[in-house]
């Protein structure tokens, strides 16, 4: 199979021709044997269980009824996404996926076109996007922080042995996308490298004082996502940030958040009196996953135009990096 990775506007509807992961709850097409149908529209539900792998997604009419865009596509069982991945080598080496998971109010033909765009700044000798669609229609942020979030990582997570078949992979999460990243998370679940993104999700994630400041499970998450990591030696999570972010500022003055949020200021970071940021107490990292977090500070390298940018995580210098931190 040619594994073109587009995704192109005709007659106003998209069409992504690459391998696609989502968590939605796809609709048999009767008649067919694997051809099915999804929708931004699809409510997540806590409980999820389920992930399709999915090729050839195409929007087959404008809008559905609830005025989102309705999609088709065929199902592939991981051995046939694995093959998929398998033929996409390059005279430069295995084309590694790496898993795009967007965040909130993210419809899934933005998220198709905005890889597709993405695509032709990467080199497929290293990576291959794969875009991870989870169901953020609710726009109420803390129905699909505490509802959709939760399902879409337990979900995912249903796929980990088939997905670890692949031998080389990484994972990129974006915003709220690091919430479904503390529900996937698995010491079992391995990954290259993982870039947490824009990420809206607690300063102190992978410090000592919360991991072990309390029995909440929750508490854990941070270990549990360096613990993702196939070779700590080589890779590392990867945190990118922008002081100036507008969307972080607010979630961080949320009721239920009322924290700062990581992708603000990096792990073990202190804000400067003159808006800047310095390292914080070295210790302030747990003992167990220290050495295994990386920070890169894209504020100062976004244009005045972007200062507050939110969705800076394919910007040309952003992209750089991550290809320039794989392995």
Known sequence: MLLAQTCIVALGRITYDGLVLTSIDVKPVEGTERTVTFSGSI??????????????????????????RLFEAETLTVKE?????SNGDSEEGEGKPLFCVHGFSTQPGTHLKRLND????????????????????DANYWSVADTNAPGAGKAFKTLKRGIDSFPRKSLLCHSMGNFVLRHA?????????????????????FHKDY????????????LRICQMLSNRNKGKVHITTNGAD???????????????????VGNNMERTWWGGFREADPDLTDDEIKGCIKNFHCGPKLPNSERTA??????????????DNHF
Not at 247 to 264: A, E, M, V, Y
């Open 43 to 68: 409510a997540g539900k806590a409980n999820d269980a389920t992930a399709t792998f999915l090729e050839n997604v195409r929007q087959i009419n404008d809008t559905d009824e609830d005025g989102k």
């Open 81 to 85: 996404a694995k093959a998929i991945i």
């Open 118 to 137: 993405a695509a032709k700044k990467f080199n497929k000798g290293k990576f291959m996007l794969v875009p991870v669609i989870w169901p953020t229609s």
């Open 185 to 205: 998370a698995d010491e079992n679940f391995k990954f290259d490298n993982i870039f947490m993104a824009a990420a809206d999700v607690r300063y102190d994630l």
């Open 211 to 222: 991991i072990r400041g309390g029995s909440e499970p929750e508490r854990k998450d941070g």
């Open 246 to 264: 507008a969307i972080l500022l607010g979630s961080s003055l949320l009721p239920t958040n009322w924290i700062t949020r990581i992708g603000l």
């Open 310 to 323: 939110h969705g800076y995580h394919y910007d040309d210098f952003v992209v750089k990096y991550y290809q």
